[in-house]
């Protein structure tokens, strides 16, 4: 069965620091993957997509992410992190044409 | 453009209480999904639609109906409210697959305390 693993429950990061939050699927078949950020009380914003091609994906806000096919991972990577960057990440991969699966989030908090 | 609204953004519901949720989206897309988010679980998918009149089950239907009698709305009723529904719930749409997912879009949520 597919499943979407977040190890990391919190992520605690300097101002200004680079920052990567992992991700890992368990998938059969060329996976298509998502990285979502919340803010304290809003809904998920989409921030970047993988369907194929170039393993590295770039998305918003400066985000990018890397799909490494032998690792099952699509870790979500950024080079320098902002205070407005705190929020809460979750992967997600398709389950099929309608559905997705999501990891549990990693929540991410920058130290000043 | 106001995307996807959800309604009430509060509620607090007495055990054996009823409610509906109101989901309405602007952007004419066919698929539209209910979730419930709980600490350390992520997202879970309740029911979903893929078109006007259509409305299936997801990994977390008990307890939960949903209506899809316009292609903008999408309810999710509890008819005999549980604590064990205390959640924050969102609602998300998406547009019709068309050679690649496409990703959903999301309201603010509806938290939700069942006393």
């Known amino acids: 069965a597919q499943s979407v693993t977040q190890p990391d429950i919190h992520i605690t990061v300097s101002e200004g620091a680079s920052l990567e939050l992992r991700c890992n699927y368990s998938?059969?078949?060329?996976?298509?993957l998502f990285w979502y950020v919340q803010s304290p009380g809003q809904g998920l914003q989409l921030l970047l997509k993988?369907?194929?091609?170039d393993t590295l994906v770039q998305g918003i806000k400066g985000f990018e992410a890397e799909f490494k096919r032998s690792q099952s991972s699509f870790n979500l990577r950024k080079p320098s992190v902002h205070w407005s960057d705190a929020a809460e990440y979750f992967c997600a991969v398709e389950k099929s044409n309608y559905q997705l699966i999501w990891g549990a989030g990693t929540k991410l908090i920058i130290k000043p | 453009n106001a995307g996807v609204t959800q309604t009430p953004k509060f509620r607090v519901l007495k055990t054996g209480q009823s409610m509906t949720l109101l989901c309405a989206q602007d952007m004419n897309h066919e698929y539209m999904y209910w979730y419930r988010q709980d600490p350390g679980m992520g997202l879970r998918l309740i029911h979903y639609s893929v078109g006007e009149g259509t409305t299936a089950k997801g990994e977390v239907p008990d307890g939960y109906n949903v209506s899809r009698l316009k292609k903008q709305n999408f309810l999710l009723g509890l008819e005999s409210a549980a604590p064990s529904q205390t959640s924050v719930y969102f609602c998300a749409s998406s547009p019709r697959r068309a050679g690649g997912n496409q990703p959903q879009h999301f309201g603010d949520g509806t938290r939700l305390s069942i006393l």
């Open positions: 993988y369907f194929s091609g």
């Open positions: 998938y059969g078949a060329t996976p298509y």
